[in-house]
Nanobody, 113 residues
Framework: EVQLVESGGGLVQPGGSLTLSCVGS????????MKWVRQTPGKELEWVST????????RYADSVKGRFTISRDNDKNTLYLHMTSLKTEDTAMYYC??????RGQGTQVTVAS
């Protein structure tokens, strides 16, 4: 059974930084491209970033380009999202997701002063 467990969310002031983690199990982690998505209440799921199975080919939504960095450690079965220069509009539930659609339970990021 595929399991994805996100962590690292929290309350941060505008301009601050956070690093999210996602630990995967129940599948061959290093074989899958993965992505981060986010959602705020009442809005559709928004794609944030994607990384290839080997750790290259990172792509970003225009809204986060230059501020967020996606990475992974295949030896630790862990996906990361390092977020800097956070804005209030980055407030959302963040999920890691396989390109096959499986998603974790999410971790809440709130950017507020």
């Amino acid at each position: 059974e595929v399991q994805l467990v996100e962590s690292g969310g929290g309350l941060v002031q505008p301009g601050g930084s956070l690093t999210l983690s996602c630990v995967g199990s129940g599948f061959t982690f290093r074989s899958y491209d993965m992505k981060w998505v986010r959602q705020t209440p009442g809005k559709e799921l928004e794609w944030v970033s994607t990384i290839s199975s080997y750790g290259g080919g990172a792509r970003y939504a225009d809204s986060v380009k230059g501020r967020f960095t996606i990475s992974r450690d295949n030896d630790k079965n862990t996906l990361y999202l390092h977020m800097t220069s956070l804005k209030t509009e980055d407030t959302a539930m963040y999920y890691c997701e396989l390109l096959t659609g499986e998603r974790g339970q999410g971790t809440q990021v709130t950017v507020a002063s």
